[in-house]
């Protein structure tokens, strides 16, 4: 009996083992290597966040001390945190489908574009509700850094800056830690990750990590292109950072990051992986090696024909806009390669739904 039993055990786990999907190693370590690379970025942000709200504190328990007086050393300070931190945002810019959206802080941490200048707007209302004795505002256009370059580049004193200064890098700062927190979150992104991988395999999974390059590159052509306009009418101040003239470092920033999701984000070695596997022959493999070449060559070319500085509104002006025109050749031609050579190759269709955030 004992025997018998032991027998039909055996047999029920041969079965049950038999009926298991089989696992797609260069899919697991694509999955892997995408969710590591984005904690990574949110850890980043995180941290840059923290010490932007600790340099605020600073410069405002300096202008306490100092009553009427421009704490100016300090101030340079904040300003150079705040650049760090908007650059650690650059690499979240455009996400979709994942705790960005899952958090509902896709609009926490920036607001733009800002045809209207509804942030200077906004935080000239909430500075003259604060002085009046108002709450300092915890959400909204206010509470961005948006908001915090407004206060850091116009003509304020350091006690008006402080009224809302403070109050708003903590509340960035809140966010960051939420954001994080839904990152490692093992019953959020990383559970619907296994869950694409075991129920679509590869054409879900891929759609979804070539479809969030895919929307970052779009964010990234829209914030060069709607300054960019025409050449007899370029319109500086749809730029992202123009108060600060830092428009043109943060294209620089997203196109480092956006690169760096395509190689440590996995997809880069996926393609090279897979050349390896057995249903692949010569001809598809030829065709991964000469798509991540093209790539390569394609980021490459992109970054070195961007024009030097931090200032877009420089290059938008006379002869210097031509400059510009160059880039937007090698950019677009990125974005062949992204957005329609890469996923054609992998037999995928980035329709609307792939790369709206939906």
């Not at 959400?139 to 708003?168: K, N």
Request: charged residues 20%; contains cysteine.
């Amino acid at each position: 009996m004992k025997k018998s039993l032991l027998l039909l055990a055996t047999l029920g786990t041969l079965t049950a083992c038999q009926t298991q999907p089989t696992t797609d190693a260069a899919l697991q370590t694509l999955a892997n290597d995408h969710l590591d690379f984005m904690r990574q970025q949110a850890d980043l942000l995180a941290n840059e966040f923290t010490q932007l709200q600790q340099a605020s504190a600073d410069y405002c328990q300096q202008t306490d001390l100092q009553t009427g007086q421009q704490a100016t050393p300090s101030l340079s300070i904040v300003k150079q945190q705040w650049r760090s931190s908007f650059a650690a945002w650059s690499a979240h810019q455009g996400q979709s489908g994942g705790p960005l959206d899952a958090e509902g802080l896709s609009f926490a941490f920036q607001f733009w574009p800002d045809k209207k200048d509804t942030v200077g707007k906004q935080v000239r209302r909430e500075l003259a509700a604060v002085a009046k004795g108002d709450a300092v505002p915890d959400r909204g256009v206010a509470t961005t850094l948006s908001a915090v370059e407004y206060l850091l580049e116009s003509e304020l004193s350091a006690h008006q800056r402080c009224l809302l200064l403070s109050g708003i890098t903590a509340q960035l700062a809140s966010n960051g830690k939420q954001l994080q927190g839904a990152w490692y979150n093992t019953d959020g992104y990383q559970q619907q990750l296994a869950q694409m991988q075991q129920q679509g395999g590869a054409t879900v999974l891929l759609t979804q990590v070539l479809g969030q390059l895919s929307h970052r590159y779009d964010l990234i052509e829209k914030k060069f292109e709607l300054p960019l306009n025409t050449v007899q009418h370029p319109r500086p101040l749809f730029a992202e950072a123009w108060r600060s003239e830092q428009s043109l470092h943060f294209l620089r920033t997203s196109l480092m990051s956006l690169e760096q999701e395509y190689r440590q984000g996995g997809m880069r070695d996926y393609l090279l992986q897979n050349r390896e596997l057995q249903n692949s022959t010569p001809q598809t493999s030829k065709q991964h090696q000469a798509t991540v070449e093209a790539l390569d060559e394609a980021f490459a070319d992109t970054l070195a024909h961007l024009p030097a500085g931090d200032s877009l509104a420089y290059w938008l002006q006379g002869d210097n806009y031509a400059k510009l025109l160059r880039f937007k050749l090698s950019f677009d031609q990125l974005g062949y390669q992204l957005q329609q050579r890469l996923p054609g190759e992998l037999g995928l269709s980035l329709g609307f739904n792939a790369t709206d955030g939906d």
